[in-house]
Structure formats: C-alpha cells, structure tokens
C-alpha cells in the first residue's frame, strides 16, 4: 500500500469523456483529469469553444481530443461513439442555463433540463455499456461520474436572492435531483459489471459575474458554514477520486462538495 499511495488518483492509459467541457467548472476538471494522465475527449456544442479549451490544454501538454455534438441527439452520440475504441471514465456535466420562474412558466425550458442532465446520459451510458464492459473486465472497474447540484439536494434560500428573476430556476433543482436518483439506479444496475456510478454535488462556486456582485457574494458566504464560497479546483479532487481505481468500492454515493452548504 505505501508503496502506491503516490498513484492513488493516476489516470495513466485512461480515456476519458467529459461533457459540458468549456463550462467554468468542466474546463477545470478536464484539466485536472489531464494532469493525472488521462487522455481527455472533450464535449459541447460549441465549437469554437472547444477549440479554445483544447489549446489551453495542449499547451500544459495534456492529450486531448474534440467531440462537437449534441448528447440529447441519440443518433449523434451513437455515431461518435462508434469511432472510439476505448472508454475509462465519463463525466456528465452538461447543464442547461435556460432561466424560468414560477410565475414565468416555460414548458420547453423545463424539457431541455431534464433532456440535458438524464435523456442525455441515457443516451451516452446506452451506447458505451459494451466500451465500459469491456474496461471493467480488463482493469476491474470503469466509471460515470454525474455532476449534479446543491440545488438537487435542497431548495434554493428565497432571502438570499434580490428577485425571482435571479433566483436559480425551479427546472434547474428538479432536474439536479433526478440526476442524483438516476446516478443510484445505473449503480445498482450496472454494479454487476464493476461500472461504478456516483454523483457529486458542488455547493457555491460562482462564475465570473456573481464574484462582481459583492453584494450576493456577501450572502452566499454567510449562508455556507465555511463562510466563504469554493474555488473550481477544489472539486477536481473528488472528481479525481471517482475517476480512479481509489474509489473501487464507492459505488451509488452523492458527494456533496459544497462548504456544509446542506448540511445546515
């Protein structure tokens, strides 16, 4: 054991794919998983985003491919997955940003979450089962790694936010929460073939237009235990942990990465 401690999170000889690549947070954790060795397919539909992504990470030398197409298109998916020979590890952080509030329903923005954060992973897990199989036979465990929410775990503060204009939309929680039901149903499921599946759910880490706003920054650190908000590279190491041989034996979990943000 003491003599592998050093190597717990390596990803050496792994591929992986991660959607909603160029997100705040996707961009860091497709860094993180590069430096720990993994060879990095990086998802959106943006193609110019993607392009920029992929030279930031070249230039740290980490090995990196494009996949531009849309994981609600079921034929899209099965289409590219049929080129890639072999899969160690996807991480589902797609999101969809569409903003609604009670009182301004939108059926088409409630859709698209939910075809976003599940009909998209169904997608994905339907045409690569036969690719993590295979992993899981060779090197005794692959993995699907889902990026849910604090918010599908508890409802957002109303005193925290100035409006329901700003207030995080009530599709983007409800679909979170049945990211992390879906996560402990694929675990179950595919445990028989050492396809682990387990969520994590950051708490605060805001983008580069809420950390202008003093104001609700100031109230996102007074509602977190830790008094402050998190910093995108402090989620890579969970991510990390699942994506690796580490986490064998964690299978179903939702680890909330979020300052004790639910825990109150």
């Not at 959106?44 to 992929?54: D, H, I």
């Not at 160690?88 to 797609?94: E, G, K, L, P, S």
């Not at 995080?168 to 694929?186: D, E, M």
């Amino acid at each position: 054991m003491e003599k592998n401690i050093l190597n717990y999170f390596s990803l050496n000889g792994s591929t992986v794919f991660i959607t909603g690549a160029y997100s705040q947070l996707g961009s860091v954790i497709s860094e993180g998983l590069g430096i720990c060795g993994a060879k990095v397919i990086i998802n959106g539909k943006n193609r110019e985003k993607l392009y920029k992504l992929q030279r930031n990470l070249l230039k740290k030398k980490i090995q990196t491919s494009i996949a531009c197409f849309d994981i609600t298109n079921y034929a899209q998916v099965k289409k590219f997955f049929k080129k890639i020979k072999k899969l160690d590890v996807i991480v589902h952080n797609a999101n969809n940003t569409h903003h609604t509030y009670l009182k301004n329903f939108e059926k088409k923005k409630y859709i698209d979450s939910f075809e976003t954060s599940i009909l998209s992973l169904t997608n994905i897990v339907n045409c690569t089962i036969g690719k993590l199989k295979k992993t899981s036979k060779k090197n005794e465990t692959s993995s699907i790694i889902n990026i849910s929410s604090m918010y599908g775990m508890v409802s957002p503060d109303p005193s925290i936010y100035s409006s329901e204009k700003v207030a995080s939309s009530p599709q983007y929680g409800a679909a979170k929460a049945a990211l992390i039901h879906h996560t402990k149903y694929l675990a179950v499921h595919l445990a028989k073939y050492n396809i682990r599946v387990n969520s994590i759910s950051p708490g605060p880490f805001p983008n580069t237009n809420i950390l202008r706003d003093k104001k609700f920054l100031k109230k996102l650190r007074e509602k977190t235990p830790l008094k402050r908000v998190g910093k995108a590279e402090e989620l890579v190491s969970t991510v990390l942990y699942l994506a690796s041989k580490s986490s064998s034996f964690t299978t179903g979990v939702n680890i909330p990465v979020d300052g004790g943000w639910t825990a109150w």
